[in-house]
């Protein structure tokens, strides 16, 4: 297993445009989560996936973004009408209930988002 | 609601000098214990853990306590390689042990 994958790294847009990103959990993971990192901050957590189902929201996540998990395997995020505050890295990471170490969660590298 | 709290940094060593790095969580329930390092470049990575009072997470020369008393998961290290440069985030499991709260982390910043 090669980890949480998420694809792209890097995206440039332009204020007012969406842009989706896409992340591939560590496999049979059952929980998913996204995280969101502003330059000199921890990351601050947006909202999680148990399967298919998402279990919470935080109150960070504005209507204008929205979160799918379909299969329960990989997860996509999107930001709507983009705004130059959603500038960031937005990270993902995964864990597994069902293992010894359940609230262990796993990051992948992150995709960094620049709105121009 | 849930916090976490650590040092500010930059903190500054030379090589083969002893490191701790602060933290402090709200003690509402009974989370576990995390740190977290992120190399120049790279994705958070799990350095160690502690899932109930007392316990004491290690790893690559690296220990925290878990200390329910002072609500407090101190890094140590008794001796730090220039490797060791990175930020640390300390961080606290939700009640429910779904979701993580980080502090702002730390640089470290280790020299020959």
């Known amino acids: 297993d090669t980890g949480v994958s998420q694809d792209p790294r890097h995206k440039i847009t332009k204020r007012g445009q969406n842009v989706t990103f896409r992340c591939d959990p560590i496999?049979?993971?059952?929980?998913l989560y996204w995280y969101r990192q502003t330059l000199g901050q921890g990351p601050e957590f947006l909202t999680y996936?148990?399967?298919?189902?998402?279990?919470?929201k935080s109150r960070l996540l504005s209507d204008r973004f929205s979160a799918e998990r379909p299969k329960g395997s990989f997860s996509t995020l999107e930001i709507q009408r983009t705004e130059q505050g959603d500038s960031a890295m937005y990270l993902c990471?995964?864990?597994?209930?069902?293992?010894?170490?359940?609230?262990?969660?796993?990051f992948g590298p992150g995709t960094r988002l620049t709105v121009l | 609601g849930n916090s976490v709290t650590q040092m500010e940094g930059p903190v500054t060593l030379s090589e083969e000098a002893f490191l701790t790095i602060n933290c402090t969580y709200t003690?509402?329930?009974?989370?576990?214990l995390f740190w977290y390092v992120q190399y120049p470049g790279e994705g958070l990575q799990l350095l160690l853990k502690?899932?109930?009072?007392?316990d004491k997470g290690s790893n690559k020369g690296f220990e925290a306590t878990y200390r329910k008393e002072t609500t407090s998961f101190h890094l140590e290290k008794g001796s730090v390689q220039v490797s060791d440069s990175a930020v640390y985030f300390c961080?606290?499991?939700?009640?429910?042990?779904?979701?993580?709260?980080f502090g702002k982390g730390t640089m470290l910043l280790v020299s020959p």
């Open positions: 990471a995964s864990s597994s209930t069902t293992s010894g170490s359940y609230n262990e969660q796993f």
């Open positions: 496999s049979e993971h059952n929980r």
């Open positions: 996936f148990q399967n298919e189902a998402q279990l919470e």
């Open positions: 003690a509402t329930g009974y989370p576990s």
């Open positions: 502690a899932t109930k009072a007392d």
């Open positions: 961080a606290r499991s939700s009640s429910g042990y779904s979701t993580l709260t």
